[in-house]
C-alpha cells in the first residue's frame, strides 16, 4: 500500500502541473552601515571604545591606580617568566618565590580594588576604607615575609 500524500497539489489530477516559484530571498535593508565583509570591526572596535571612555570617564582615580599597580604586576610576573624560560631557572626557589610575591601581590591589590571600590560600597558595609588598606599592608608584610625565607 502506497503511504498517502498530504500535499494537496499532488492530489491534482497528474496532467495538471503546478508551476513553482522559488521563495523569494529577503533583500538587505540599507540601513547597515557595514562594509561587505568587513566581518564586525567595527562593531568589536565600538565595544571596545565604549568600554575605555565610560572606564576613564566614571572609575575613581584610586581604582585606576590600583588597576595601574596591578598590570606592573602583570608584567613583572610575565617578564620573570620569560627570564625562566630563556636563561633557566637554576636557583628555582629564587623564581618560584618571586614569581609567587608577584601573584600574591595582585591577589592582595585585587582584593583591597574590590572592597574600597565604590561600586561595591554595599557589599562592604562594615569594612572602611583604612581597615581594607591596614589589611592589604599586612598581608603583603606576611607575603613578602614568607618569599624572602623561602629563597634562603
Known sequence: MAPKNRNPAATQSSTQTVPSTPAAAPKPSSSSTKKPGSGGAYDAQDIVLGIWNKYVEKTPQRVKLLDTFM????VVAVLQFLY??????????????????????????????????????????????ERAFADFVLGSFLLHFFCVNFIN
Open 71 to 74: 598590570g606592573f604586576l602583570v
Open 84 to 129: 625562566c624560560i630563556i636563561v633557566g631557572n637554576f636557583p628555582f626557589n629564587a623564581f618560584l618565590s618571586g614569581f609567587s610575591a608577584t601573584v600574591g601581590q595582585f591577589v592582595l591589590t585585587a582584593s583591597l580594588r574590590i572592597q574600597t571600590n565604590p561600586e561595591n560600597k554595599s557589599e562592604f558595609e562594615n569594612i572602611s576604607h
